[in-house]
């Protein structure tokens, strides 16, 4: 729980903002921080991969470690955070970002920007993990959502500042400069957040940690986004080990008393089905920001610079919803809005699944305008109910488990929306032209991403009830 009151007289004077605000400004400076960083990175990967002389396949390492670095460590330091601050954890993920960016700035070769983006995705984990936490303290329960709401936005503002700036900055100047434009932002941010977040109750009676349950799923998640190679299609080898690595994972944690995974959580309802449908949405959102490019790109002849405005779309449309609906699941309940979300994305992967070598940018418009408010809905209202429902004393560790869950969605949602489209491509192409094979392919890959988002619209919906009680469970602490 955070203290109210700040240890000194000179905390509470940043601007005579209330200290629950100060807390969400500094927080938000993270999100926008970090996305910003990754929409910024992907416009800029060519330009490095030509720098540093290397192809797609290697320069993807760059983006493939920073995001398995982070799946593995996040729950892990949510619950560091619950064990000696998550407010310590997450200034340390300032400075730690930043000399990441740093080092990624300095990078010549491509095995040492890879190693300085896991360095700076610690950093990035750190901030992942007790952010949403620490703001859920900080407001009482009927304000939670419209705070949750602000991050959302935020992350949208990033989304959407990202392509633009990293546009003009690797036209302008040499890529490392997109990493240098972290560094001011984060050393402000690191000295507001050492200076101004207040402490949190610590967990007392704590086991330790789960070393081996860190390995476990560490390597389950690695291997997992491996079997779904977006070049050689799936590895079911892998996939098997993988998925068998989770279940051990599982098994292990029931039976070790310092457990990395809190399943006591998952006796409350809110928290287990909004975790579910939390992996869902952002599994299946990947489905269009990752294929969606290519097909303007390459079948329509959009220039990167078209298709990268288009692409501004969704997060515009978060940014503007997501307030909006963090506020009105404070008066109605998330679960409603869970529902239109999954609906609203079922439609516009509809939309997509429809295109073809001649479809004009209206078309695309309608599907992204659809898509971003689909998102906007889900978000605000699905954290607040999950971070509802458990104590404050475990909100950074939920905190880190709704980010673990994020990233862990992306990676595989990624892998196997690559690795579907290259399968049905590839069969297609002995029979048709590369054009009607390349509509297919899509066709079918956004009808397979439309049954995800059916099945997550079912299960918002006959969870709703469960999720939507205000009572909050009680978890017994360790």
Request: glycine share 10%.
């Amino acid at each position: 729980m955070l203290n109210e009151q700040p240890d000194d007289p000179g905390k509470g004077e940043f601007l005579k903002i209330a200290p629950k605000w100060q807390v969400l400004f500094i927080v938000c400076l993270g999100i926008f921080m970090s996305t910003l960083d990754g929409s910024i990175l992907n416009i800029a990967n060519p330009t490095i991969a030509q720098s540093l002389e290397v192809d797609l396949q290697q320069i993807q390492w760059v983006v493939t470690a920073y995001m398995l670095a982070i799946t593995s460590t996040l729950l892990f330091l949510g619950k560091l955070g619950d064990k000696i601050g998550s407010n310590r954890i997450y200034t340390a993920g300032f400075l730690g970002f930043t000399l990441g960016s740093v080092l990624c700035a300095l990078s010549s070769t491509l095995s040492g920007l890879i190693a300085a983006r896991v360095f700076q995705a610690l950093g990035a984990s750190m901030l992942m993990a007790t952010g949403i936490g620490i703001v859920s303290n900080s407001f009482p329960r009927e304000e939670r959502g419209k705070a949750l709401g602000f991050t959302g936005s935020v992350v949208g503002i990033g989304n959407m500042t990202g392509p633009a700036l990293g546009g003009f900055l690797v036209a302008r100047f040499a890529w490392p400069t997109i990493f240098w434009i972290n560094v001011p932002i984060g050393v402000i941010a690191f000295l507001l957040a050492w200076r101004l977040l207040p402490r949190q109750d610590q967990v007392e009676n704590d086991h330790g940690f789960d070393l081996v349950g860190i390995i476990l799923f560490g390597l389950s998640a690695i291997i997992l986004v491996f079997s779904l190679s977006t070049h050689a299609g799936m590895d079911w080898r892998l996939l098997l080990l993988g998925s068998l690595l989770l279940l051990a994972f599982y098994y292990y944690e029931m039976r070790t008393p310092q457990s990395l995974l809190d399943l006591g959580l998952f006796k409350i309802k809110a928290f287990l089905f909004g975790n579910i449908l939390g992996f869902m949405i952002y599994f299946m959102q990947t489905f269009m920001f990752f294929l969606l490019p290519f097909y303007m790109e390459r079948l329509l002849g959009y220039t990167p610079a078209q298709s990268g405005l288009l692409m501004t779309i969704p997060p515009i449309c978060l940014a503007v919803t997501a307030p909006l609906a963090g506020s009105l699941s404070d008066r109605i309940g998330p679960a409603r809005l869970t529902s239109v979300s999954f609906l609203l994305a079922s439609l516009a992967f509809l939309v997509f699944s429809l295109m073809n070598a001649e479809t004009g940018p209206w078309h695309i418009i309608l599907g992204l305008v659809v898509f971003g408010i689909g998102m906007g809905c889900f978000g605000s209202p699905n954290n607040s109910s999950i971070l509802g429902a458990v104590p404050k004393s475990k909100a950074g560790y939920t905190g880190g488990f709704i980010a673990t869950i994020r990233n862990f969605g992306f990676a595989l949602g990624i892998a196997l929306s690559a690795s579907l489209f290259t399968w049905f491509f590839t069969t297609q192409q002995s029979m048709l032209s590369y054009e009607q094979a390349y509509v297919l392919a899509s066709h079918r890959v956004y009808l397979v991403a439309m049954g995800f988002s059916l099945t997550g619209l079912l299960i918002s919906l006959l969870t709703g009830a469960l999720r939507s009680s205000p009572d909050k469970a009680v978890v017994e602490e360790p």
